[in-house]
């Protein structure tokens, strides 16, 4: 799996479990290195990106608003 993963969503429903799958996958990779934690961004009311960042510390999941 390539990162950053975007994702459209359609509905609240959709967005928890696509974006739970998201952040899962970015961990499993995150543990690889045990380098890079998680951001997650939201560039609207349904489009978001999950993506590896040397910004944050290991071990941890960000929330950005870019919107």
Same mark, same amino acid.
């Given at each position: 799996?390539?990162?950053?993963?975007t994702l459209t969503v359609s509905d609240?429903?959709?967005?928890? !479990?696509?974006?739970? $799958?998201?952040? !899962? $996958?970015?961990? $499993? +990779?995150?543990?690889?290195?045990?380098?890079?934690?998680?951001?997650?961004t939201r560039h609207g009311a349904n489009?978001?990106?999950?993506?590896? !960042?040397?910004?944050?510390?290991f071990g941890l999941t960000r929330e +950005?608003? $870019?919107?």
């Open positions: 799996m390539n990162f950053p993963l609240r429903q959709s967005m928890d !479990s696509e974006l739970e $799958a998201a952040v !899962s $996958a970015a961990k $499993a +990779h995150a543990l690889i290195s045990k380098r890079h934690g998680i951001l997650v489009e978001f990106t999950v993506d590896l !960042s040397d910004a944050v510390p +950005h608003q $870019a919107w």
